[in-house]
């Protein structure tokens, strides 16, 4: 089996920018949440950590996929 690659193989050119920022916005939407004592960024109640968990784990799956 022929290991050589064929090809530049690496990342999409968005693929990390939008992996930081979900990673960044993630952990500033939280402590945001967790600071204002869940009165701010939206007016959800504890959905507010739903929000920011999904951000943090939609960005954790991008950090799968860097090469």
Known sequence: M???RKGKEGNPAW???TMCTLLV????Y???F???TGAYPLPIGS???AVGFT???AGGAL????K
């Open 15 to 17: 693929l990390v920018p």
């Open 34 to 36: 967790y600071v204002s």
């Open 47 to 49: 959905w507010n950590l």
């Open 25 to 28: 916005l993630s952990l500033v």
């Open 30 to 32: 939280l402590v945001v």
């Open 55 to 57: 951000l943090l784990f």
């Open 63 to 66: 950090a799968t996929r860097w």
């Open 2 to 4: 022929d290991r050589r």
